[in-house]
């Protein structure tokens, strides 16, 4: 049966893909994003023109902090009639360790703040259930690998794993109220085609790729679960079940260290990378690792694109897609 979804950040690099399965399904899918310069917005013109394809999806240029207009888009989307709304995917982020510590108000306002608006209006329209994304950085320093949803995440090494976990908690207490059905997906460093230029993946493959230096934080031993994109979307559409509340994590299941990625990468471009090495930032972690049991056992989900494929993947675009992404800025 058809449904209608409200996808916030459905211009970034996962609310793209999560809309697109969703469209793909037969539903309709209700955009919004403020397209805001956090990484380059030509990626996300690029990832929405696609979208805008699709029949079944409508947009709209929005932010989740200024709660008047998103109030106004909520009574028009979400009031009586077949348009009433399935469900609210909240996908909008400041996303970054790094650039939270230059910045932290920003990453408050839109992770937690804006996390509250969405819930407060859900409530108001009684849409009984919400996706929120969340972050693998809520598990800190001291978390064992790999890392369980029952973990302690009480001490965040970044003010957007603080964000993140402060939009948790905002979730669990609108559930708790308002009996509002929330599934909390924990990401786990996703990358992939048109993923965000930011990010060490879209970095590196460019780079080296142009014979440039690339940045490395540290010795790069320190180990990351890559998850690909798609696996990423289809954990996210799957958490649309009814799961009362919980907090499950979407990872890719397997270690990788920063050199060995940066190798790989190399080896897909026929290139030797220049590396320059600069100390270790605090607000890192030495390893990310997902537990991923409880979403097999609550979702039937589990990763099935390992790196190698997934590399191969975004090499291949980024060669199919060049042009763009040579003149995309890389946020440095």
Do not use: C
Not at 64 to 83: C, H, K, M, P, T
Not at 187 to 216: K, L, N
Not at 295 to 318: C, F, H, M, N, Q
Not at 319 to 327: F, Y
Request: charged share 25%; proline share 5%.
């Amino acid at each position: 049966m058809s449904k209608s979804y409200l996808v916030t950040g459905a211009a970034g690099f996962i609310g793209s893909k999560v809309s697109q399965l969703l469209l793909e399904a037969g539903h309709t899918v209700f955009g919004i994003d403020d397209l805001n310069g956090s990484y380059d917005v030509r990626l996300k013109e690029w990832r929405l023109a696609r979208l805008a394809k699709s029949p079944g999806f409508q947009f709209e240029r929005l932010d989740i902090n200024d709660f008047e207009s998103l109030a106004r888009y909520f009574q028009s989307v979400a009031g009586a009639g077949s348009a009433k709304l399935s469900a609210v995917l909240d996908l909008a982020a400041r996303a970054g360790v790094q650039p939270s510590v230059v910045d932290p108000w920003v990453y408050l306002r839109t992770n937690a703040e804006g996390t509250l608006n969405l819930l407060e209006l859900a409530r108001r329209h009684a849409v009984g259930k919400f996706v929120l994304a969340s972050t693998s950085s809520v598990y800190g320093a001291n978390s064992p690998v790999p890392f369980s949803e029952d973990a302690d995440t009480s001490q965040p090494l970044s003010p957007y794993a603080a964000s993140k976990r402060a939009a948790e908690s905002l979730a669990f207490t609108y559930h708790h109220l308002h009996k509002i059905d929330v599934g909390v997906v924990r990401y786990f460093t996703v990358y992939g085609p048109a993923g965000r230029p930011d990010m060490s993946v879209f970095r590196f493959i460019r780079r080296i790729d142009q014979g440039e230096p690339i940045t490395v934080f540290g010795d790069g031993l320190q180990e990351r679960d890559f998850t690909y994109v798609d696996d990423i979307a289809r954990g996210t559409v799957a958490a649309l079940a009814e799961v009362g509340y919980e907090i499950i994590n979407l990872g890719g299941d397997r270690l990788t260290s920063l050199n060995s990625l940066i190798e790989q990468i190399a080896a897909l471009v026929g290139r030797q990378p220049i590396i320059n090495r600069r100390a270790a930032h605090p607000a890192d972690v030495p390893a990310t690792w997902a537990d991923v049991r409880k979403a097999k056992r609550l979702l039937d989900w589990t990763p099935r694109i390992p790196l190698e494929e997934g590399l191969s993947r975004t090499v291949a675009w980024y060669r199919e897609n060049r042009e763009l992404a040579l003149s995309l800025n890389l946020g440095e």
